[in-house]
């Protein structure tokens, strides 16, 4: 049963070449960090914070193209991780079926923020998370 | 009637905010360059130097979500210049259907190096950015 998880906190270095999205249950207290990259952050950040972009940008034509091709965003799914790599899907509802794309969480995320959709974390996945964070 | 238009040259300055790719007329010599932004620029130019991504970027995601709604991405155009701004569109065919998708000229050359369909300008257009440049 995937949980459904709130952003948390966006964290951006400019020295660093890894960004961070903290993602936390919206049902609970459970969070986990995901590398995202800068121009992800950077898009995610500015949706966050309401910034208005004088232009559709990229995330943004994501969605055009779901919605021209008759498509709705209905949820993003960070799904597995296997080897510290998150892989996360968009689940797009089309003439009443449900699509998975598959995607990297950055672009999820960025969809999702664009979209206002939910994001969700399949349980084994935050249970690795979790985990890894003793490492 | 749209010219047909190849890319000259990605001109990467991490100093300035403007990146520019050239278009040059592939049946001829004229040319024009247009600004991108630096993610766009980064992702052209490693789509044209063949350079392999580990993981699908975000305009492989545009490739894919286009192909999971059942549509084919045939070409793109740059389609308008309206105070200095250049607008483009993304020509997806589905269903015997061609449905044009607004989008900004660097995610219009990005999605085209990655699905390798043509680059198209509007005659107007490239008269426009030709007589732009005796300013």
């Known amino acids: 049963m995937p949980i459904q998880m709130e952003l948390r906190r966006i964290i951006i270095s ?17 969070n986990f ?26 995330h943004d034509l994501i969605l055009s193209v779901v919605e021209q091709l008759g498509g709705e965003v209905r949820d993003v799914v960070i799904s597995d991780l296997k080897d510290h790599t998150y892989f996360a899907k968009l689940r797009v509802r089309k003439d009443g079926e449900l699509i998975e794309v598959d995607c990297r969480p950055s672009d999820a995320l960025a969809v999702a923020v664009a979209s206002r959709v939910p994001i969700f974390v399949a349980e084994s996945v935050l249970g690795e998370a979790l985990a890894g964070e003793d490492d």
Chains 1, 2 share one sequence.
């Open 14 to 30: 400019e020295l660093d070449a890894h960004q961070y999205v903290v993602l936390k249950e919206v049902a609970g207290e459970r």
């Open 33 to 58: 960090p995901i590398v995202v990259g800068i121009f992800e952050a950077t898009s995610i950040d500015r949706r966050v914070k309401g910034e208005e972009s004088p232009r559709p940008l990229t």
